[in-house]
């Protein structure tokens, strides 16, 4: 496995870590290569029967995308950024066993709308989640428009997506985002031992029950009205803006064109 991603079993749980702790495990595009390749190793292993999900070091889980990126993104280039997180995030949301977000730290952007996509999330006391991609002149873009309200309701859903606020985990707990808060030295047995209470059970039942919890929405329509919004938005003088002041560590001053 690659120095991006850590893969290691511990019995029935395949444990993967985002590995780019001095970029705070940003999502770039070849972690999310090989995240997906991780993945997939660990869902066609029939000893594997539950995946844990965190990120390297203390400080994040993942912080998001990789912003570097952006600058030389227009309309087509963001849609099909989008499009490939989704596909990936889509992917885990489908999973046939049953996938836990350990969230250690930030889970900003592109990184909160990772551990929407797993099936739980359990995050340590120091977690703070977020998507302030309208900071930038954006707007999520793998998936979070959508997945956001059905965990946390209309309402805080676009508090949460209008404002770019980051909430920390008691609040997130509150809401409906997480399904525990522990201290970070605990996280990663708590998050096992979710999991494994599953282990007893009929693994197709599982794996049915999953597949049935997807149909309570269908948000296809949704995905592709988000693809299309973010690809419009990365391609306006806010977008150039605001990625510009976020990598000159400045104020933006948008114009709302």
């Given at each position: 496995?690659?120095?991006?991603?850590?893969?290691?079993?511990?019995?029935?749980?395949?444990?993967?870590?985002?590995?780019?702790?001095?970029?705070?495990?940003?999502?770039?595009?070849?972690?999310?290569?090989?995240?997906?390749?991780?993945?997939?190793?660990?869902?066609?292993?029939?000893?594997?029967?539950?995946?844990?999900?965190?990120?390297?070091?203390?400080?994040?889980?993942?912080?998001?995308?990789?912003?570097?990126?952006?600058?030389?993104?227009?309309?087509?280039?963001?849609?099909?950024?989008?499009?490939?997180?989704?596909?990936?995030?889509?992917?885990?949301?489908?999973?046939?066993?049953?996938?836990?977000?350990?969230?250690n730290g930030y889970a900003l952007g592109g990184g909160c709308e990772l551990a929407l996509a797993?099936?739980?999330?359990?995050?340590?006391?120091?977690?703070?989640?977020?998507?302030?991609?309208?900071?930038?002149?954006?707007?999520?873009?793998?998936?979070?428009?959508?997945?956001?309200?059905?965990?946390?309701?209309?309402?805080?859903?676009?508090?949460?997506?209008?404002?770019?606020?980051?909430?920390?985990?008691?609040?997130?707990?509150?809401?409906g985002l997480v399904n525990a808060v522990c201290p970070l030295p605990e996280l990663l047995d708590?998050?096992?031992?979710?999991?494994?209470?599953?282990?007893?059970?009929?693994?197709?039942?599982?794996?049915?029950?999953?597949?049935?919890?997807?149909?309570?929405?269908?948000?296809?329509?949704?995905?592709?009205?988000?693809?299309?919004?973010?690809?419009?938005?990365?391609?306006?003088?806010?977008?150039?803006?605001?990625?510009?002041?976020?990598?000159?560590?400045?104020?933006?001053?948008?114009?709302?064109?």
């Amino acid at each position: 496995m690659s120095s991006f991603i850590i893969s290691e079993k511990q019995s029935n749980t395949q444990l993967i870590t985002l590995n780019n702790p001095k970029a705070l495990n940003a999502l770039n595009s070849t972690l999310l290569v090989e995240l997906r390749e991780a993945l997939e190793l660990a869902l066609n292993d029939e000893q594997v029967k539950g995946i844990v999900l965190t990120g390297k070091g203390e400080k994040a889980f993942a912080a998001g995308a990789d912003i570097s990126e952006f600058p030389s993104f227009g309309a087509k280039e963001a849609e099909e950024l989008s499009e490939k997180g989704q596909s990936l995030f889509q992917f885990i949301e489908q999973a046939p066993k049953p996938i836990i977000a350990a969230v250690n730290g930030y889970a900003l952007g592109g990184g909160c709308e990772l551990a929407l996509a797993c099936h739980m999330r359990v995050a340590s006391e120091n977690a703070r989640f977020g998507l302030p991609e309208v900071k930038l002149g954006i707007i999520p873009g793998y998936g979070g428009t959508q997945r956001l309200p059905l965990l946390v309701g209309m309402g805080k859903a676009i508090e949460i997506i209008i404002t770019g606020t980051p909430i920390d985990a008691a609040e997130a707990l509150r809401i409906g985002l997480v399904n525990a808060v522990c201290p970070l030295p605990e996280l990663l047995d708590r998050s096992i031992g979710i999991l494994a209470q599953s282990y007893r059970n009929s693994p197709l039942a599982v794996a049915y029950a999953l597949q049935a919890v997807q149909t309570a929405s269908a948000p296809e329509t949704g995905y592709h009205i988000e693809r299309k919004l973010f690809g419009q938005a990365m391609a306006s003088k806010d977008a150039k803006e605001g990625v510009n002041a976020f990598l000159e560590k400045r104020a933006p001053h948008f114009t709302g064109k």
